[in-house]
């Protein structure tokens, strides 16, 4: 079986593991990043990294996901805040011409979603859309095994899709943007409003709540089933997917939000559109496996 | 220069036309289909119809619009009003088998949205939507010059997309479906509800007025604008495309409605997005020559 190395690089930490074309890991290891000591500095921790993982000079290539938005033509980081120093620097070329392996990187999120697409909730199927709801809402469209990221790299930004115009302007978002009304931060928000501030430190106490029968707490979990369904039904309208793979930590709250959800949504989109389905992401290590999952398909 | 057929199958009429890959229509002729008299008599007038293009013999490939959805891998139609006795017919192959052609079909609107993004407004951009605003609101994504049509084929089913949930219910579309509420046929109907049954015979009496400056035809013409720009930033949010090609009947009041649409839109996408452009759709016959582009892109 083909073998591919992935790499998560973040601010605080570099990890890379060695990924079979099934998805199982095989070793994984781990370095401080330091970002701060330069991009070459960076560039050689990763190297050591990677040339101690057992069997790295099998692998067929190797892909990196990074945070914020990355120029994937020329393999370049454009902007970010926890790796200023990397910005504009030819990573992708300085590793592989280091390892003389086809090199790749992407954003972290759209890597992630390239692996859940792949080999995790949308494995096997042709059009998948990944949604995360987690502190904010974020998605990434993946068309036969490739992230489709849009003109800017911005196509999933979904966050920002307006739900509902008559609502309270938070931030830079649009009024209404189904992430200040449906994410971890909106439930959390909402329930302080309600419960008070003590009473609720994330959106876990409010399904707790919500759980236990609690009106007040069903509101706000209704609520924001049917802010969600509007998003599903937005996103099935311009796409059709095959299939939504949701993932992200509030769907630890999924028995008390998600049948909801969904019973709203099939109730917004055509009769002829009901063959979609719903599947929670299954992977533990996305990020790492999406990673190596950049030089299986562009193969 | 290859050339193309291009044939359009509608429930009145066949048109077919030779198209060179450019774009430009070398000679077109029409018959009737007269869809009464079954699959296999439509099926020889088509092939007739072609037969009497002079230079067909030259051309790469054959092309079909066909109005409703069509299961393209198979070339059948899946469900039709104008042409029920064509239903699961295999007319593709067919139409193969006589001529020895490659041959494809797909719906006519997806079809011509082929046409505008390969040769007409979308011409050059990579990931165009196009979307048509007529008696109702439709739309289609092309990637690289391949129309994704979705699970079902319902990709680009966006007159559905709920753009304000406080508003009547008129039919089987959503609450605040944009096609309900910003299409020509709902200016048609909220201008009859302000100027009366006689004043308004359709959209463009609307328009007529707000050019005039009357204020009401004009508050008419802004929420127009607003719903649209709405729908327009939903789109853009899931797809971030390079260009929206837009079309349809209600373009004509181009010069009332659309810097006002565009202007509430570029308030509702992020900052990086900006680089989003509209055109109009340029293509005098969009359905004959996006059918002829179906082999051509296939290719």
């Known amino acids: 079986m083909k073998k591919y190395i992935g790499v998560d690089l973040g601010g605080t930490n570099i990890r890379a593991a060695i990924v079979q074309e099934d998805g199982q890991i095989l070793s994984m290891k781990k370095s401080e990043s330091h970002p701060d000591r330069g991009a070459e500095a960076v560039m050689e921790t990763m190297i050591s990294l990677i040339e101690s993982l057992e069997g790295f000079e099998e692998c067929e290539g190797i892909g990196m996901g990074i945070p914020g938005p990355i120029d994937t033509i020329n393999g370049k980081i454009i902007v970010s805040t926890n790796l200023p120093k990397l910005i504009g620097f030819p990573i992708a070329e300085y590793i592989e011409n280091h390892f003389h392996k086809p090199t790749y990187m992407d954003n972290d999120v759209k890597v992630a979603a390239l692996g859940e697409a792949v080999l995790g909730g949308g494995k096997g199927y042709p059009i ?65 409003e309600v419960f008070g501030e003590d009473k609720i430190r994330h959106a876990g106490d409010v399904f707790d709540l919500a759980r236990s029968g609690d009106e007040k707490a069903l509101k706000i979990v209704d609520d924001m089933a049917y802010d969600l369904a509007m998003m599903f039904s937005a996103i099935a309208h311009v796409i059709d997917p095959h299939v939504f793979v949701v993932g992200g930590g509030v769907m630890k709250g999924k028995d008390v939000f998600f049948d909801k959800m969904e019973k709203y949504y099939r109730d917004m989109i055509h009769a002829g559109m009901q063959s979609v389905v719903f599947k929670q992401a299954e992977l533990e290590e996305p990020g790492i496996v999406g990673a190596a999952m950049l030089p299986m398909t562009h193969a």
């Open 128 to 192: 998948v859309y990944y949604v995360t709801i987690s502190t904010g809402i974020g998605g990434a469209l993946v068309i036969d095994k490739k992230v489709i990221s849009g003109q800017n790299g911005h196509a999933g930004e979904i966050g920002n899709i307006c739900i509902d115009r008559n609502r309270k302007k938070y931030n830079i978002l649009n009024v209404g943007a189904v992430e200040n009304e449906a994410s971890g931060t909106a439930v959390t928000r909402k329930g302080k």
